[in-house]
């Protein structure tokens, strides 16, 4: 229909207008496309974001600063037209009129906050993110020590003298697979975990491909290609 009412001229494209100039320019602190991606992104994780609109001396909307959504503490409401922003110190309100509220409605109340895509993928995101903090503790040792071991009817004394030996011969790379010899009961246990039992990259990738099918992204955008072929990465490029 737009190409047809273009073709006959009764659509005329309109280049040079000030909300153009406001969408194309933004704030100083970021360009039109920065800001579009950024509230962008808010849409898609959190459902909802908002625009202060800064005015020029004719009152017209001069700049556009985009807010997130965890700022905005509050909406308007019949006894309060205001907007409450909270950022780190500052506390404020903003009048209804010079605030926009872009936002995706959430099913259950649809006259309340906005509801993200990421939000509906909180558990699958949360899990990818706790496997691989987990990972991450392990090069930390957990807190956990590697071995327990006793000494049989040992005092503290004895105990200090036995750790002060073993991580003088044992302590350190160039000191690996070395015997250690004691007198007495010594009672070694090995506390460790499998990463192999504990499946961590079937999980991650499980969870990921969830993500991939909520969204509806084709693998091959991202770059998973294990199950893919020519035939495939050319309909996914296309899609």
Do not use: C
Request: glycine share 8%; proline share 6%.
């Amino acid at each position: 229909m737009l190409a047809g009412a273009k073709q006959v001229g009764e659509l005329r494209e309109i280049v040079a207008h000030p909300l153009l100039d406001l969408i194309d320019n933004a704030n100083p602190v970021m360009t039109g496309r920065t800001a579009r991606q950024i509230s962008q992104a808010y849409l898609d994780l959190k459902g909802e974001v908002f625009w202060v609109l800064e005015r020029n001396g004719a009152g017209a909307p001069a700049e556009i600063w985009p807010v997130p959504p965890h700022w905005v503490t509050d909406t308007p409401s019949a006894t309060r037209p205001t907007y409450r922003v909270s950022f780190r110190g500052w506390q404020g309100e903003i009048p209804e009129s010079e605030m926009v509220w872009l936002r995706d409605p959430d099913l259950e109340n649809p006259y309340g906050r906005g509801a993200g895509i990421a939000e509906a993928l909180g558990d699958e995101l949360e899990t990818d993110e706790y496997a691989a903090k987990h990972t991450k503790a392990w090069f930390y040792n957990r807190a956990v020590p590697e071995l327990l071991i006793g000494v049989e009817q040992g005092n503290e004394e004895d105990l200090r003298r036995a750790k002060q030996r073993w991580e003088d011969e044992h302590r350190g790379f160039f000191r690996a697979y070395r015997t250690h010899w004691h007198k007495g009961k010594l009672n070694v246990v090995k506390l460790g975990q499998s990463f192999q039992n504990m499946q961590l990259v079937e999980l991650r990738e499980y969870e990921r491909d969830v993500v991939i099918n909520v969204w509806g992204v084709p693998p091959e955008i991202l770059g998973i290609v294990e199950n893919s072929n020519r035939a495939t990465i050319d309909a996914s490029d296309y899609s």
